[in-house]
């Protein structure tokens, strides 16, 4: 049976990916802060269904001597690291903190591997926010890094150091480029999910208005569950390489917004109103990613259409507040 450990377990690509493997017959052990263990209701929600099959260590990402032994301890064949402050307007607000959690997070985890666990495989959640302001569209594995924010040059960083790990010492370390993934187990601050539960709270009366910032940004926007399933196949190959995961659609907030309010018979317009407190002292205009890479040498491709990731939303969100589902 093999063994993997996911940092950032708690969140919504952890919860997809613990379930994947622990379907797929994995031994799966999660680091997750101490506050996590004992406040386990709130801050352990999107896990509640497979806690029981779980393995949880505490441990911090701030922390390089409980990274080394949780990993020590676990000797975990796969290391996925998922952990870590994933909001860009955060990133902004407190860059220091961002920069230092994101950035010596990743280099605690590649060390740890490298001293206490050298045969482990990892993977590390790099992101589009790389790209930021991208010359060129698609962006690819080879286009050139520009990054707009605290957030996404610790990616940056990340990416670069989970490379030099691979080719300073041998490690078996993979960086997967993923565009931005949602699910109805996306956080209410990222603006997917806040459209979305906007949309049917307006819808059941509970409010009237839905504050947001650029409307022209465009992304492309694909279904979490489906990503997970790259993290893993880029472990699985003979070679450690980077590889970009994206869906080759982009979208603007404008057009969500459209087909999540249109969903449930609501025109956008009469509801959505913009803040200039909401837009990004540096915003990235457009990304859109050419995984030709993953398709070619992962067999990989996402499932769900876009319209379908935002009705499913749109749909989960209105039975949290009828009462009919559980906080996923
Ligand atoms: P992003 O996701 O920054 O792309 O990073 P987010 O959903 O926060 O923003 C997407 C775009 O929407 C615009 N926007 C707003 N965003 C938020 N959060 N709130 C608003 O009110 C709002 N109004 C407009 C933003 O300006 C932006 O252009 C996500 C994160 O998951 C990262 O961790 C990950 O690495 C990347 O995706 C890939």
Known sequence: MKRALITGITGQDGSYLAEYLLDLGYEVHGLVRHVA????????QRLTPILPRLRLHSGSLENAASVFHVVQRVQPDELYHLGAQTFVPYSFEDAFSTLQ?????????????????????????SSSEMFGNADEQ????TTRFHPRSPYGIAKVAGFHLTRNYREAYQLFACSGIMFNHESPRRGFEFVTRKITQHAARIKRGLAKEL?????????????ARDYVRAMHAMLQQSTPQDYVVATGETHSVREFCELAFGHVGLNWKDHVVTKPELHRPAEVFTLIGDATRARQELGWSPLMPFRELVESMVDHDLALIDGLKPTP
Not at 111 to 118: C, D, L, S
């Open 37 to 44: 263990l004992q406040d386990g209701r709130d801050r352990l």
């Open 138 to 141: 698609p962006q690819r594995e």
């Open 101 to 125: 959690t994101n950035i010596n997070g990743t280099h605690f985890v590649l060390e740890a591997v490298k001293q206490a666990a050298p045969h482990c495989r990892i993977y590390f959640a």
């Open 211 to 223: 504050p947001l910032g650029n409307l022209d940004a465009q992304r492309d926007w694909g279904f």
